[in-house]
T-cell receptor, first 114, second 117 residues
Framework: SQQGEEDPQALSIQEGENATMNCSYKTSINNLQWYRQNSGRGLVHLILIRSNEREKHSGRLRVTLDTSKKSSSLLITASRAADTASYFCATDEAGGTSYGKLTFGQGTILTVHP | GAGVSQSPRYKVAKRGQDVALRCDPI?????LFWYQQALGQGPEFLTYFQNEAQLDKSGLPSDRFFAERPEGSVSTLKIQRTQQEDSAVYLC???????????????FGPGTRLTVT
C-alpha cells in the first residue's frame, strides 16, 4: 500500500520558475527520499533527508522535512525543460525493517515548458 | 560503472503463461529489492534479498509470484499463470548496506514492462 499522498498530482510551469511539490506520510520514519522518473525509465535518486534533519540542499534542489506534521516538500529552483518527469517521495519507516525498504507516494507529474 | 540492468525490457504474455524477469544488480551490492509499479502509481515493494537470503517477501501479491537470488548477485522474479492484473512495470533496485547498517539510496534498473493479454 502507498505510504501517503503527494500534491499536486500534476504541476505545469514555465522554464525558470520554481516548482514545489509536497509529500505527506503516515508513520514514523528513519529517512525520506525523493526520486525522479522520466517517461519509460527507472527511478533516479535525488536526495535523502534523515528524520533528525529539517532541511537539505543539493544543487537546485531543496528539501524540507517536518516530522511533527509528517510532511516533506521538494523545491526545484530555476526549472529547466529537462526537469520534466514524475517525482516520488519514499519513506524508510522506523521500527520496521533495518534494510531500507521504501514505501513510495503516488507521485507528482511535473511539466516544464520551454 | 555499470548500473542495474533488467531484461527483458518489455514482455507480452498471454493469460496463464509463466514469465521470468531478470535483474543484474550493481556488482558488490548486498541488498536487492523488487518493486511493482502499476500505471500512474508509485512503486510498491514486493521482496528483499540480502545476498542470497530472501529476508522479506511480504509484498508478493500471491503464491504465483516467486523470486530467487541463488548466488547473491543476479535475481529472477517469476510469475506463474499470469493474470491481467499482473500487468505492470517490475523494477529492481540494489544498494550496498547490509542489514542493520545505515540506509543509503537505492539504484534502480529501467524496469520490465509486463503486459498480460
Amino acid at each position: 500500500s502507498q505510504q501517503g499522498e503527494e500534491d499536486p498530482q500534476a504541476l505545469s510551469i514555465q522554464e525558470g520558475e520554481n516548482a514545489t511539490m509536497n509529500c505527506s506520510y503516515k508513520t514514523s520514519i528513519n529517512n525520506l527520499q525523493w526520486y525522479r522518473q522520466n517517461s519509460g525509465r527507472g527511478l533516479v535518486h535525488l536526495i535523502l533527508i534523515r528524520s533528525n534533519e529539517r532541511e537539505k540542499h543539493s544543487g537546485r534542489l531543496r528539501v524540507t522535512l517536518d516530522t511533527s506534521k509528517k510532511s516533506s516538500s521538494l523545491l526545484i529552483t530555476a526549472s529547466r525543460a529537462a526537469d520534466t518527469a514524475s517525482y516520488f517521495c519514499a519513506t524508510d519507516e522506523a521500527g520496521g525493517t533495518s534494510y531500507g525498504k521504501l514505501t513510495f507516494g503516488q507521485g507528482t507529474i511535473l511539466t516544464v515548458h520551454p | 560503472g555499470a548500473g542495474v540492468s533488467q531484461s527483458p525490457r518489455y514482455k507480452v504474455a498471454k493469460r496463464g503463461q509463466d514469465v521470468a524477469l531478470r535483474c543484474d544488480p550493481i556488482s558488490g551490492h548486498v541488498s536487492l529489492f523488487w518493486y511493482q509499479q502499476a500505471l500512474g502509481q508509485g512503486p510498491e515493494f514486493l521482496t528483499y534479498f540480502q545476498n542470497e537470503a530472501q529476508l522479506d517477501k511480504s509484498g508478493l501479491p500471491s503464491d504465483r509470484f516467486f523470486a530467487e537470488r541463488p548466488e547473491g548477485s543476479v535475481s529472477t522474479l517469476k510469475i506463474q499463470r499470469t493474470q491481467q492484473e499482473d500487468s505492470a512495470v517490475y523494477l529492481c533496485a540494489s544498494s550496498l548496506p547490509e542489514t542493520g547498517q545505515y540506509t543509503y539510496e537505492q539504484y534502480f534498473g529501467p524496469g520490465t514492462r509486463l503486459t498480460v493479454t
